[in-house]
């Protein structure tokens, strides 16, 4: 059973527990998420297609991410993400935190902090080893081509994390 820590309004962690997707939270709490943007030099962008069998957005195009298990920071959240869903460690790359937003839900129990980071990295093809239970394919997409993915709403959060595409 995985656990995420409960958060206030704040950001703080109020040093309580949920279950992940365990949608009961108080108006006041909140989980935090994070999403990892891979960038290589070239300036072409990693993302991934969700896989057909997802309850939410299946075959949506995404950027890695999930939410913070219990006692874990943001960054620890980010790179294992990263890393569980592409197969990349990007622990030495260049680049880190950029912003977060908050999402507030009250009809669906469902508030939430999302830290953005973006990770400028080398990488190869080959290198790449995607967890299949969560993605079927990828992309080494330009802004531009995930703009277009955002315009026709095949592309998760577009909206709330574009800035982070911008070089």
């Known amino acids: 059973m995985e656990l ?5 309004s704040n950001k703080q962690k109020t040093g309580r527990t949920m279950q ?3 949608w009961h939270m108080g108006p006041d709490e909140f989980h935090l998420t994070v999403l990892g943007v891979i960038m290589r030099p070239d300036g072409k962008f990693l993302i991934t297609q969700r896989v057909m069998t997802k309850a939410w957005a299946a075959g949506h195009w995404e950027v890695s991410g999930g939410g913070a298990q219990a006692g874990e920071e943001s960054k ?3 790179l294992r993400e990263i890393k569980e869903e592409t197969g990349l460690d990007a622990s030495k790359a260049e680049g880190g935190y950029v912003f977060s937003y908050k999402r507030v839900n009250p009809d669906e129990g469902d508030n939430y902090f999302v830290d953005i980071y973006r990770f400028v990295m080398d990488f190869d093809e080959s290198d790449l080893k995607l967890q299949v239970e969560e993605t079927m394919g990828y992309r080494l997409a330009t802004k531009e081509e995930i703009a277009e993915l955002g315009k026709q709403g095949i592309f998760l959060h577009y909206d709330s994390i574009k800035q982070v595409f911008e070089i």
């Open 4 to 8: 995420w820590d409960i958060y206030d």
């Open 76 to 78: 620890e959240a980010v």
């Open 20 to 22: 992940r997707n365990d």
